[in-house]
């Protein structure tokens, strides 16, 4: 355990007007507070808060923060007041410890809503004083560091929860290096076989190629001395949970990942930087689409840097970080860099572009209707990269990664993205749904009158332009239902052999309690009244006879339905669709109206409540599963087929867009409902290769529902597999497994 002397000389060995006393007063007064107290693995209770404020004096960190960590479990943990810190130490002091200790209170793993509640509690904790999040940090690397000694449930718990919440934020706040730790801890705790495998391999590719990484350095340095730089070049193998993540990620299998060392190269100032970047791309070929500057374009979290990557000696490709020593320590600390004294007085940097961002984002609080939107677009932006644009007239829109034009523009003014027609890139014109790359200059036409596309809703990625387009959509939402309400009622008349007019509609107005014809069509289209009650309610006399039959499919093949679902739309005038559990699918024997019980032949269950004018099924090539993005394309008297947002299939209807049907899961997490799915695989061809695979799928309760195999080449087959799979989360844990076999060389989903 640290010293009193210890803790002293650590932090007066880079701030040498430390206050001795103030120091000495917190060591003694938290060792008597925590007295007799123990920690899991047996150690004194005392030694954590020590080692939590031994990783900030590596950082660092001034005074207060230092006392702040060596008190921080007081209040929480034993017999000390508020009051009394206060009182013995300082308001100030006492403000980072209140923080410290309403942090400790959330539960920020628990149901989405109580995450999204507790998560702004959270972030109002730190906003009181950013210093409060480096000593959660910090707190948090050294609880993950001592980890093994708790049990196992609690142990995947907190890991989960420094991976989702913590190791986002240390990277907000440009502090890498405890992001890395953090990153790695969790997933070792995780995942510790995956962490094994990726390990192994690491250590076996670095013992191959340590003399490589030495020539490289080697060369690099003797090239720029030639030009006159004076640098230093540090090589660093990536880590294995960004090795992992990239796989996922990407989709590709660790041989295909060329990058897994990375030089950094340290020069004086910023045009030595560019001076460096000549000479290494006058020496070797740059991989083209790698460059980028991060130096005239800094990242939100003050990251300056210039990356490229080069074919370089034994061409091998070599990434390269080109940056001053200044930005090198920023890269690394990120805002606990802006700490550093200064002139002798402590300081954290108001103006640093990750406390921007932590005030924008508590702004937000602020304005967010519901912790679980708040969550939403809080956690993207977390969770996603920026990537920066530019308007014509050069003004800086930086977006998360994804974006699209119309993010662009609700970006740029509320008005522009309601109005938006059409968008340039470069000066070209380009489809709005365009992902932007850094860098690209946006022109957005617009046409006055324009209502958005209640599609865009699930196509856009900021929470802004999602909560703007609900607002402009509700009443076009509520207009195609009408709509869809229409066209079914007008079947529905059409069967029962009656006419049917707007006139007779509202004679019957007070016997549907309804309040105007445009309200019967949009229950009918929203699936809340049923097209059979309101023949009834025009035509009294009129018996439904056709109820028990079964209703032959509408022209052409029919794809197949997976079970029966609902699409109804909720008080956010979001269309949802909703799967109920099995014992609700229609074997109850037809209980209540419209769920009818009959099935068609193929064994398709008609919608619910729809009393079968409206189909629900899934693409038939790929299908979806509850987490994508889904769309809903309307084909009138025959259903909705529902698509993920990525499928290719979408692009036959980009000009229809009345046809698409905004639509949201909606599932029970108890209904034991399962759903398609498509993987494309590449295997290689040896014996017992697809025993691995098959195994793969099993060890993860996946259901196969169909397999085909051909043979490409040699060496390889191709695999095509249909799943039934819970979720997103279950398909992706599947998908990630395969790509970490060796005999698997590629894996991706089919979408339609
Ligand atoms: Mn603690």
Redesign the pocket.
């Known amino acids: 355990m640290m010293r009193q002397y210890e803790l002293v000389e650590r932090v007066k060995a880079y701030n040498p007007g430390a206050d001795e006393g103030l120091l000495n007063r917190a060591y003694v007064y938290a060792m008597r507070a925590h007295g007799t107290q123990k920690r899991a693995s047996g150690d004194p209770f005392f030694a ?2 020590l080692e ?1 404020a031994a990783i900030l004096t590596d950082l660092r960190l001034d005074d207060a923060t230092i006392v702040a960590a060596v008190l ?2 007081t209040v929480e943990d034993t017999a000390a007041t508020l009051d009394e810190i206060n009182r013995v130490f300082s308001p100030e002091i006492g403000t980072l410890v209140d923080g ?1 200790t309403k942090i ?1 209170r959330l539960d920020l793993v628990s149901k989405r809503a109580a995450q999204g509640e507790n998560f702004r509690k959270l972030l109002l904790a730190i906003a009181a004083d950013v210093r409060v999040l480096l000593v959660k940090l910090a ?1 948090r690397l ?2 993950m560091r001592t980890l093994q000694h708790m049990p196992a449930e609690k142990r995947a718990r907190i890991a989960q929860e420094t991976l989702d919440i913590y190791a986002p934020l240390a990277s907000r706040m440009g502090m890498q290096e405890l992001r890395e730790e953090l990153e790695d801890l969790s997933f070792v705790n995780l995942k510790p076989d995956v962490y094994a495998t990726i390990a192994k391999r690491l250590a076996d590719l670095s013992a191959k190629s340590e003399r490589l990484v030495e020539s490289i350095e080697r060369d690099l340095i003797a090239k720029l001395a030639h030009a006159g730089i004076t640098a230093t070049v540090k090589g660093r193998q990536k880590r294995p949970y960004s090795i992992w993540s990239k796989m996922e990620r990407k989709s590709v299998a660790f041989e295909q990942l060329s990058d897994i060392f990375g030089f950094r190269v340290i020069v004086d100032t910023v045009d030595t930087c560019y001076r460096a970047l000549g000479v290494v791309h006058t020496t070797w070929p740059m991989v083209p689409g790698r460059y980028k500057d991060y130096i005239s374009t800094p990242k939100q979290n003050d990251y300056r840097s210039i990356h490229t990557t080069v074919i370089g000696p034994k061409s091998q490709r070599v990434e390269l970080q080109i940056r001053t020593t200044a930005m090198d320590e920023i890269g690394e600390y990120g805002i606990a860099a802006h700490a550093l004294y200064k002139d002798g007085a402590p300081h954290l940097a108001t103006e640093s572009g990750a406390y921007q961002w932590l005030r924008r984002t508590i702004e937000l609080l602020a304005e967010g209707d519901s912790p679980e939107e708040f969550l939403e677009h809080t956690k993207l932006e977390l969770f996603q990269d920026q990537v920066f644009c530019f308007t014509p007239k050069g003004r800086l829109i930086a977006l998360p990664r994804g974006a699209t034009p119309i993010d662009f523009a609700y970006a740029v003014h509320t008005d522009v993205g309601n109005t938006a027609v059409g968008a340039k890139i470069n000066g070209r014109i380009a489809p709005l749904l365009t992902e932007l790359q850094n860098g690209d200059e946006v022109e957005i036409a617009r046409a006055d009158g324009q209502i958005p596309p209640a599609a865009w809703e699930s196509l856009v990625v900021t929470g802004k332009a999602r909560a703007a387009i609900r607002r402009a959509t509700r009443s076009a939402v509520r207009r195609q239902y009408a709509g869809l309400g229409r066209q079914i009622l007008d079947r529905a008349f059409e069967r029962a052999g009656k006419n049917f007019s707007d006139e007779k509609l509202r004679g019957a107005l007070p016997r549907l309690a309804r309040q105007s014809t445009e309200d019967v069509f949009a229950a009918v289209g929203r699936g809340e009244m049923f097209s059979g009650d309101v023949v009834k309610a025009v035509y009294p006399d009129y018996k439904d006879e056709r109820r028990a039959a079964s209703q032959p499919a509408p022209g052409g093949p029919r794809p197949h339905v997976t079970g029966a679902g609902r699409l109804s739309l909720d008080k956010d005038q979001t269309v949802r669709l909703t799967w109920p559990g099995k014992d609700a699918t229609g074997k109850d024997g037809g209980k209540g109206p419209g769920s009818g019980g009959e099935t068609t032949e193929d064994g398709a269950i008609p919608i619910r409540g729809l009393d079968s004018d409206l189909l629900v099924r899934f693409a038939p090539d790929g299908g979806a599963v509850p987490g994508d993005r889904i769309v809903g394309i309307l084909t009138p008297g025959e259903g909705v087929t529902i698509y993920p947002i990525q499928s290719p299939a979408l692009a036959a209807f980009d000009n229809e867009p009345d046809r698409w049907l905004d639509v949201r899961w909606d599932v029970d997490g108890a209904s034991n409902q399962r759903f398609p799915a498509r993987l494309a695989l590449q295997s290689i061809n040896e014996p017992g290769s697809f025993a691995q695979i098959a195994q793969v799928i099993a060890d993860h309760d996946g259901n196969i529902d169909n397999i085909s195999m051909k043979r490409r080449t040699q060496d390889f087959t191709d695999v095509t597999i249909d799943l039934a799979v819970w979720d997103l989360k279950h398909l992706n844990a599947i998908v990630s497994e395969l790509r970490a076999k060796r005999v698997v060389s590629r894996v991706d989903r089919v979408n339609g």
Do not use: A, I
Request: aromatic share 0%.
């Open positions: 954590h808060p939590v921080h479990d410290l400790k707190d050294h609880n």
